[in-house]
């Protein structure tokens, strides 16, 4: 029943124009009009007559058909009309209203039973007389029918002819009401026992008679609203000519006949208005807190329209309170049906005034249900908040708490966020006493705003990325390209960036052409691969050429300025990969391409951190694959350099080792190399078994440069697996080379495994105990026999001898158990969070790009640093509880993630097994 006061107000405006027409001759014949009774064979209804002798013929035929019609209308009882077509509801309504007028008793017995059946229970009243009958009685025998099973429940039916009962029997109460306005509206008997019956009928015990008369009643009240308003027109018209007329003459026939009209339609509002009262008083506040939502859904989206209708007799906190308590309904339906009435009344600027006291009662638990458990919920309560903020009825003080929503889960209410915080924040759409700036500078006003913001959470480029994901389509200086990147090269004067900006407006940027070429970036939660429409592809191409159009020229200098500083340089790097290269041929623009990749390969080996690592070979890998003719070749080079001077410098770093000397410089080669071997293969069979001999010889190296040995190792041995398995034939010289590569792998590890002779436990630091774990389990998956068994590279299916499974699944355990504080002494290494438990059981799953937890965003935080720009305290002072609904829902998402967590290490490793089972893949990303 959510779309009933939908309906209602349809119908409303139906009843209005309907009202227009004439009054009718009611003891004339019924004459139906010709709108509903024209026909396929009469299209030529409202001809001319000065064409009447023609066709003379065709109207005789006409007027069988009328004559027939009206017969029809006759034979149609008003159940029949509401279960047939639409059209026929109007004429059998005006046929019933002359029967009323003839014999109001028989009329009105088949109203009711037309009411009764429509609630399923097939009864008509006989025996006494009408006028002597007890509606109590009546409905008692209802009850009873309905107790014994005899009543049908034509809602719910799924039968053809019941599909639009609901809309044809609210249609047909409407038009009962309006044909009724010129006179039995106002006989005193009609409407009072209509009345009478719908109220008792919404309060008795079965539901299907609740839901019907609920809906009639409610239908009832906004037929009424019709009538009052046209009655309002005619009395202010009456009023006005009275008014005229006394200025003329104070007594006259003309005057006496305006008074006479004017209090006669002063009493038929006050009449319609006393009916409404009363259908409120006995429907609607027993029927809003119904035990079926779908009631209290169709009672709350009523009271909206009647409020936005008739805010003369309804915009009074008497009734404005009923929709800030189901504000706590516990259905969802309930509360959107009220938030979304309180937004359309907030919408109009004249009821804001007689708002004021309900604003003041009701703010907070409007704010709070922007955090609404129910997402369509939480965006309509987004929504009436912008009314609000619109109006200025709510202070910042009091949006704090909206900031979280910006890096909750759900799109929909990050983007009804972003767009929130973009109106008031950015664009500052509702600070009248804000002066809005030209076009030219419009771009530099909002980035500077925007910045402001970000500057609140520049300690996490997590949530950084969250906000500019919120607030991207609706913040058009995103996409201006050429005014960032003025802005980063110093050439506005009218802006001035600090470090911190600067590297926000860098992220800002990559985000923004991220977006503008169709890519996410915040992981999306279904995980569902996005489609596009042609049009939007090739909105994106546009966008990719407008792009690398704007960053040719200025690419260099922006890589020569920002990319020594490793905050900035991944950011700016990873631009590379959504520019068209081949403009850069079509441009003439040669030259900056061979620069960039010049300035690239530089930023390589001046960073050692992951991010700048990995951006650096991702666009080397992307250039060298894009690129076409001569600068292809160029980039192919430039990568073969890269490895070429990264081997130089590992056998370097590595004799200075042996020499005593720092291990750091041997520590960040590693990485290097640990990086490169990602994305592809690198011929490394030198330095193999001087890892492995580095490893033997210096066991008192750092923890860390022993786990970047050791992980190198292992993706040359599985780059070499690859290799072999993707071959066509098989290669003795390749499978030997492999087997002594994985024997000395396995040998290394199997060190780390043996007990020391003191206490009986592994000498291994956390960190380098959860990489042994994670390769073992790696390489067992990799070279089970159940895989090459039967195959022609039998030779290197592998066990693990029961000896070595205990003492690796000691290892395991010992990692599990580790406290908190022993991990938090990580917290400052470079790939801490490859370390964690989680290290030990989804190592093998990484690869194949699935995990056991939830991962790519951050979790939910109640305090956030952005709430500063709003609210330096939390608010307070609760005035209406929040539904329990609301407090369970993160309870359990909770105990969810405790049970992911207690996992074993066991069974996350039987079914990585499973996976891995199915396919061998190439070595993927990984952490």
């Not at 960053?551 to 260099?556: E, G, L, R, V, Y």
Request: with cysteine.
């Amino acid at each position: 029943m959510e779309d009933a006061a939908a309906t209602a107000t349809g119908t409303a405006a139906t009843s209005e124009a309907s009202v227009r027409r004439s009054k009718r001759n009611r003891g004339a014949k019924l004459n139906p009009e010709p709108s509903e009774q024209q026909t396929p064979t009469d299209p030529d209804r409202e001809e001319s007559y000065d064409d009447f002798e023609d066709v003379r013929p065709k109207v005789k035929r006409n007027r069988v058909v009328e004559a027939a019609t009206a017969v029809k209308f006759h034979q149609i009882s008003l159940i029949e009309a509401i279960r047939g077509s639409r059209k026929n509801i109007p004429p059998v309504v005006k046929v019933w209203v002359e029967r009323y007028e003839k014999d109001p008793k028989s009329a009105m017995l088949d109203l009711l039973a037309m009411l009764f059946e429509s609630c399923g229970a097939k009864y008509r009243i006989e025996g006494d007389p009408f006028e002597e009958t007890d509606v109590d009685n009546v409905v008692l025998v209802l009850v009873n029918l309905a107790r014994k099973g005899e009543v049908e429940d034509y809602q719910s039916s799924k039968r053809k002819d019941f599909n639009n009962l609901k809309d044809n029997l609210i249609y047909l109460w409407d038009n009962f009401v309006i044909e009724c306005q010129n006179g039995p509206l106002f006989d005193g008997v009609l409407l009072e026992k209509c009345t009478d019956y719908v109220i008792a009928l919404s309060c008795t015990p079965p539901r299907i008679y609740r839901q019907v008369a609920s809906l009639i009643g409610l239908q009832l009240v906004t037929s009424f609203i019709t009538i009052a308003k046209m009655l309002g027109s005619q009395r202010e018209t009456t009023q006005r000519q009275l008014n005229a007329e006394n200025k003329k003459r104070a007594e006259g026939p003309r005057a006496e006949s305006l008074n006479k009209r004017l209090m006669t339609t002063h009493e038929k509002i006050t009449t319609i208005e006393e009916m409404m009262d009363k259908i409120f008083k006995g429907l609607f506040m027993h029927r809003y807190r119904d035990i079926d939502s779908n009631i209290r859904v169709s009672c709350i989206q009523s009271l909206g329209v009647w409020i936005l209708s008739y805010p003369s007799l309804f915009l009074q906190d008497r009734y404005l309170k009923y929709l800030g308590w189901t504000l706590n309904d516990k259905s969802a339906g309930v509360r959107k049906a009220s938030v979304a009435a309180l937004q359309s009344l907030y919408e109009v600027d004249d009821n804001v005034p007689s708002l004021d006291l309900f604003t003041q009662r009701f703010s907070n638990r409007m704010i709070e249900l922007a955090d609404d458990i129910d997402v369509s919920v939480a965006v309509c309560a987004i929504g009436l908040l912008k009314q609000l903020l619109r109006h200025q009825l709510l202070l910042d003080d009091h949006l704090g708490p909206l900031y979280d929503l910006l890096v909750v889960e759900p799109p929909e209410i990050r983007r009804a966020i972003g767009e929130l915080v973009y109106d008031h924040l950015i664009a500052q759409k509702f600070n009248s006493s804000q002066s809005h700036p030209k076009d030219s500078e419009s771009s530099l006003v909002t980035l500077s705003r925007m910045l402001q913001i970000l500057r609140e959470f520049s300690s996490d480029p997590i949530l950084i990325t969250y906000v500019i994901d919120d607030v991207w389509e609706y913040m058009t200086a995103m996409k201006d390209w050429k005014c960032i990147i003025s802005a980063l090269l110093d050439e506005n004067p009218s802006i001035e960036l600090t470090e911190i900006d600067a590297t926000n407006l860098i992220r800002l940027l990559c985000a923004s052409v991220k977006k503008a070429v169709g890519e996410r970036i915040v992981p999306a939660t279904d995980n569902r691969k996005q489609y596009y429409t042609k049009a939007q592809k090739e909105a994106f191409e546009t966008n990719k050429r407008e792009v690398t159009v704007v960053m040719m020229k200025n690419f260099p200098q922006l890589l020569r300025k920002y990319v020594v500083d490793k905050a900035k340089a991944p950011s700016l790097v990873q631009i590379v990969l959504h520019m068209n290269l081949e403009l850069y041929s079509l441009k003439r623009q040669e030259q900056n391409f061979k620069t960039v990749l010049q300035l690239m390969k530089e930023a390589f080996f001046k960073h050692g951190d992951k991010d700048t690592l990995r951006s650096c070979i991702k666009a080397m890998n992307f250039c060298s694959e894009e690129s076409k003719g001569e600068l292809q070749e160029f980039a192919n080079n430039k990568l073969k350099e890269l490895e070429d001077e990264l081997m130089a410098k590992l056998k370097t770093a590595m004799k200075e080792v042996e020499d005593g000397d720092d291990e750091y410089p041997l520590l960040v080669n590693l990485k290097r190399l640990y990086e490169l071997q990602l994305s592809r293969s690198v011929p490394i069979d030198d330095l193999y078994n001087e890892f492995a001999s580095m490893l033997e010889n210096f066991r008192n190296v750092d923890e860390e440069v022993n786990c970047f040995l050791v992980l190198n190792m292992f993706l040359h041995v599985n780059w070499c697996l690859y290799s072999v398995v993707s071959s066509e034939s098989v290669n003795e010289a390749s499978v030997s080379s492999l087997l002594s590569k994985r024997t000395t792998l396995f040998k290394q590890l199997e060190y780390f495994l043996l007990p020391s002779q003191a206490g009986g436990e592994t000498k291994l630091g956390f960190q380098l105990a959860c990489r042994v774990c994670t390769i073992f389990a790696e390489l067992w998956c990799l070279f089970r026999k159940s895989r090459f068994s039967s195959t022609p590279l039998d030779v290197l299916g592998y066990r693990p001898q029961q000896s070595t499974l205990e003492k690796f699944w000691k290892l395991c355990e010992q990692q599990l158990d580790v406290s908190n504080e022993t991990e938090d002494e990580d917290v400052n290494r470079e790939y801490v969070e490859e370390t964690t438990r989680d290290a030990c059981g989804t190592g093998a799953e990484e690869k194949e790009g699935t995990s056991v937890r939830r991962r790519g965003r951050p979790p939910k935080q109640r305090n956030l640093q952005g709430k500063k720009l709003f609210d330096e305290q939390n608010s307070s002072g609760e005035e209406d509880g929040i539904s329990s609904s609301d407090q369970e829902a993160p309870d359990e998402e909770e105990e969810q993630d405790e049970e992911e967590e207690d996992a074993t290490l066991i069974d996350v490793l039987k079914s990585s097994s499973k996976l891995r089972s199915k396919q061998l893949s190439r070595p993927d990303n990984r952490g």
